[in-house]
Protein backbone atom coordinates (compact mmCIF):
# COMPACT_ATOMS: atom_id res chain seq x y z
CA UNK A 1 0.00 0.00 0.00
CA UNK A 2 2.79 2.54 0.03
CA UNK A 3 3.13 2.49 -3.59
CA UNK A 4 -0.20 4.49 -3.26
CA UNK A 5 0.69 7.07 -1.06
CA UNK A 6 3.88 7.47 -2.94
CA UNK A 7 1.87 7.99 -6.60
CA UNK A 8 -0.72 9.85 -5.61
CA UNK A 9 -2.15 12.58 -3.55
CA UNK A 10 -5.61 13.84 -2.48
CA UNK A 11 -7.29 17.54 -3.22
CA UNK A 12 -10.75 18.69 -3.31
CA UNK A 13 -12.36 15.61 -3.57
CA UNK A 14 -10.11 14.52 -6.09
CA UNK A 15 -7.48 11.89 -6.72
CA UNK A 16 -4.16 13.54 -8.62
CA UNK A 17 -0.77 11.91 -9.60
CA UNK A 18 2.40 13.03 -7.84
CA UNK A 19 5.51 14.42 -8.85
CA UNK A 20 7.61 11.91 -10.47
CA UNK A 21 4.68 10.39 -12.45
CA UNK A 22 4.89 10.15 -16.48
CA UNK A 23 0.95 12.13 -15.39
CA UNK A 24 2.09 14.44 -12.68
CA UNK A 25 -0.83 17.04 -10.95
CA UNK A 26 -3.29 15.23 -13.45
CA UNK A 27 -6.27 13.81 -12.35
CA UNK A 28 -6.21 10.20 -11.87
CA UNK A 29 -8.25 7.67 -13.41
CA UNK A 30 -11.20 7.14 -16.11
CA UNK A 31 -15.16 6.72 -14.88
CA UNK A 32 -15.69 3.49 -15.45
CA UNK A 33 -19.18 1.56 -16.59
CA UNK A 34 -20.81 2.31 -13.42
CA UNK A 35 -19.92 6.01 -12.76
CA UNK A 36 -17.13 5.37 -10.00
CA UNK A 37 -13.41 6.66 -11.05
CA UNK A 38 -11.44 3.71 -11.96
CA UNK A 39 -7.33 4.24 -11.59
CA UNK A 40 -5.20 1.80 -13.05
CA UNK A 41 -1.54 1.39 -11.57
CA UNK A 42 1.27 -1.01 -11.49
CA UNK A 43 2.36 -2.54 -7.96
CA UNK A 44 4.78 -4.68 -7.66
CA UNK A 45 5.13 -5.38 -11.85
CA UNK A 46 1.18 -6.45 -11.46
CA UNK A 47 -1.35 -4.30 -13.13
CA UNK A 48 -4.25 -3.49 -10.61
CA UNK A 49 -7.15 -1.49 -10.68
CA UNK A 50 -8.52 0.61 -7.85
CA UNK A 51 -11.50 2.39 -7.50
CA UNK A 52 -10.51 6.37 -6.55
CA UNK A 53 -12.13 6.85 -3.76
CA UNK A 54 -11.36 3.71 -1.93
CA UNK A 55 -7.32 4.95 -2.87
CA UNK A 56 -8.73 8.64 -0.99
CA UNK A 57 -10.14 6.84 1.99
CA UNK A 58 -6.72 5.20 2.47
CA UNK A 59 -4.91 8.06 1.97
CA UNK A 60 -6.93 10.43 4.81
CA UNK A 61 -7.47 7.53 7.37
CA UNK A 62 -4.64 5.07 6.79
CA UNK A 63 -6.29 1.69 6.39
CA UNK A 64 -8.54 0.08 3.57
CA UNK A 65 -11.84 -1.32 4.81
CA UNK A 66 -14.04 -3.92 2.38
CA UNK A 67 -16.35 -1.53 1.68
CA UNK A 68 -15.89 2.51 1.21
CA UNK A 69 -19.57 3.88 0.93
CA UNK A 70 -20.63 7.45 -0.49
CA UNK A 71 -23.08 8.94 1.73
CA UNK A 72 -24.85 10.82 -1.49
CA UNK A 73 -24.61 7.75 -2.69
CA UNK A 74 -22.66 9.98 -5.91
CA UNK A 75 -20.10 7.60 -6.83
CA UNK A 76 -17.95 10.74 -8.31
CA UNK A 77 -18.23 12.54 -5.56
CA UNK A 78 -15.62 11.75 -3.69
CA UNK A 79 -14.68 14.54 -0.81
CA UNK A 80 -13.52 12.81 2.18
CA UNK A 81 -16.25 14.42 3.89
CA UNK A 82 -18.81 11.70 1.89
CA UNK A 83 -17.00 8.47 2.42
CA UNK A 84 -17.43 6.18 5.26
CA UNK A 85 -16.67 2.61 6.30
CA UNK A 86 -19.45 0.23 5.29
CA UNK A 87 -20.82 -3.19 5.90
CA UNK A 88 -22.99 -4.77 3.44
CA UNK A 89 -26.37 -3.82 5.58
CA UNK A 90 -24.89 -0.18 5.40
CA UNK A 91 -24.15 -0.08 1.35
CA UNK A 92 -27.69 -2.09 0.59
CA UNK A 93 -29.78 0.65 2.71
CA UNK A 94 -27.78 3.44 0.97
CA UNK A 95 -28.83 2.69 -2.78
CA UNK A 96 -31.41 4.37 -4.45
CA UNK A 97 -34.33 3.75 -5.72
CA UNK A 98 -34.73 0.78 -8.40
CA UNK A 99 -35.46 2.10 -11.74
CA UNK A 100 -38.63 0.25 -12.24
CA UNK A 101 -40.27 2.11 -9.26
CA UNK A 102 -43.48 4.11 -9.50
CA UNK A 103 -43.87 4.82 -5.95
CA UNK A 104 -41.35 7.26 -5.40
CA UNK A 105 -40.59 5.65 -1.88
CA UNK A 106 -38.33 2.46 -1.64
CA UNK A 107 -40.24 -0.46 -0.65
CA UNK A 108 -43.42 0.41 -1.60
CA UNK A 109 -45.58 -0.67 -4.77
CA UNK A 110 -48.75 -0.98 -6.64
CA UNK A 111 -50.26 -4.58 -6.41
CA UNK A 112 -52.09 -4.81 -9.57
CA UNK A 113 -54.18 -8.22 -8.00
CA UNK A 114 -55.37 -6.49 -5.01
CA UNK A 115 -55.74 -3.05 -6.39
CA UNK A 116 -53.58 -1.60 -3.71
CA UNK A 117 -50.27 -0.73 -2.35
CA UNK A 118 -48.16 -2.95 -1.26
CA UNK A 119 -45.28 -2.24 1.49
CA UNK A 120 -42.52 -4.41 2.10
CA UNK A 121 -38.67 -4.53 3.73
CA UNK A 122 -35.80 -7.03 3.35
CA UNK A 123 -33.75 -7.47 6.42
CA UNK A 124 -31.21 -9.72 7.16
CA UNK A 125 -31.28 -11.03 3.22
CA UNK A 126 -35.35 -11.50 3.91
CA UNK A 127 -38.33 -9.94 2.81
CA UNK A 128 -40.92 -9.07 5.03
CA UNK A 129 -44.48 -7.90 4.23
CA UNK A 130 -45.80 -4.82 6.07
CA UNK A 131 -49.16 -5.20 4.48
CA UNK A 132 -51.16 -3.72 1.78
CA UNK A 133 -52.56 0.16 1.76
CA UNK A 134 -55.71 2.08 -0.11
CA UNK A 135 -53.45 4.66 -0.43
CA UNK A 136 -49.64 5.24 -1.06
CA UNK A 137 -49.55 7.80 2.19
CA UNK A 138 -50.33 4.85 5.05
CA UNK A 139 -48.02 2.27 2.90
CA UNK A 140 -44.72 4.86 2.90
CA UNK A 141 -46.25 5.73 6.69
CA UNK A 142 -45.34 1.76 7.39
CA UNK A 143 -42.42 1.61 5.71
CA UNK A 144 -40.60 4.81 7.08
CA UNK A 145 -41.91 2.76 10.38
CA UNK A 146 -39.95 -0.73 9.30
CA UNK A 147 -37.08 1.19 8.54
CA UNK A 148 -36.48 3.23 11.75
CA UNK A 149 -37.49 -0.12 13.78
CA UNK A 150 -34.85 -1.50 11.92
CA UNK A 151 -32.30 0.64 12.17
CA UNK A 152 -32.47 1.41 8.49
CA UNK A 153 -32.33 5.46 9.57
CA UNK A 154 -28.98 6.74 8.18
Known amino acids: MEELKNSFYYSEGKLYWKEGKVLANKEAGHKN ?48 SNLRVADKKLNAINT ?20 KWSAQIKVDGKKKHLGTFSNLEDATKTRRQAERLYGFII
Open 33 to 80: MHGYIEVNITIRGKPTKFLAHRIIFYLHHGFMPKLVDHVDRNPQNNSI
Open 96 to 115: GLPKNNTSGVKGVSWNKACG
